[in-house]
């Protein structure tokens, strides 16, 4: 799920901050996930909201040359959706693909320069047109400072927002010892520790959220779902290239949003705090 709100103007450099970044950390892996939200109430509402999302990832192209690299990969997510006020949204089932390109250049041992490229078309897909694509764009660096401890520069332009938006985004990586990592920019956090070969435990915090073009005998309306994500996630190493992992965690600062199609808004409310699950396989090739 993508985010849609900016803390401190510094956006996710990598993961998380959309479907496109997941694929430069998975550049090389086909990653298959099940997640669900319980329904609960929107703010001074009985109307109630909830979600469960099946989503799969894959490369499409990698070609590695001696100092470049280019990669496009392929993510659809089928989102089962309850929203128990028809009159406002009359949907239960929204899709979403995503088309991310990447890009990356070495300049020297501890400089490269990337770019990626994702466009986004999530809706219903009974009338598929202009108003369900999104784009996202990230140019940048990434300065090797030392043998565990990484910067991450750039800029982000994205039309995902309700206006186009562009930002700067800033982020570090960080490998005390063999055994565990620390990933921070902006609003996405990631720690992992490796109890042993075979299993890792990650602590992570992301904003998450999407946006759907839907059409319905009311016409046409844009659904948006927004919060922030903690999770613990468990990860199983089962072979040298295969693993499984399950999480658990919590979505606050939730908020949905209902607009029609000349961009008036209808609903906009907070939904109250609700459990997240997720249970998922990935590949690496």
Known sequence: MKIYTIPLAFLSLFPSLSNGQDFMSDAAA????????????????????????WSIMTPIFYKKGENWSFGAGFRYELSDLEFTDATMI????????????????SQSETLDWMLLFNTTLAGDFEQVDSDALNYFSLAGARWKRSETFEWFFGAVYTTGFDDDLFLPAIGFKWEPDESSDLFFAGPFIRYRYSLNDTFDLILGG??????????????????????????????WNLAEK???????????ARKAEIKNASGSTLLEKDVDAAPNFEIGYRFRF
């Not at 009359?90 to 250049?105: A, G």
């Open 90 to 105: 009359d949907e239960d089932r929204l899709h979403s693909i995503d088309l991310p390109l990447f890009l990356s250049k």
């Open 242 to 252: 295969q693993a499984i992992f399950a999480s658990i965690g919590t979505e606050i």
């Open 206 to 235: 992301n904003l998450s959220g999407n946006r759907w073009n839907t059409e319905a005998s009311y016409g046409e309306r844009d659904l948006r779902l927004r919060s922030y994500r903690l999770s613990l996630t468990a990860q």
């Open 30 to 53: 086909v990653r298959a996930s099940y997640s669900y939200t319980p329904d609960e109430k929107l703010d001074g509402l009985a109307t109630e909201v909830g979600i469960s999302q």
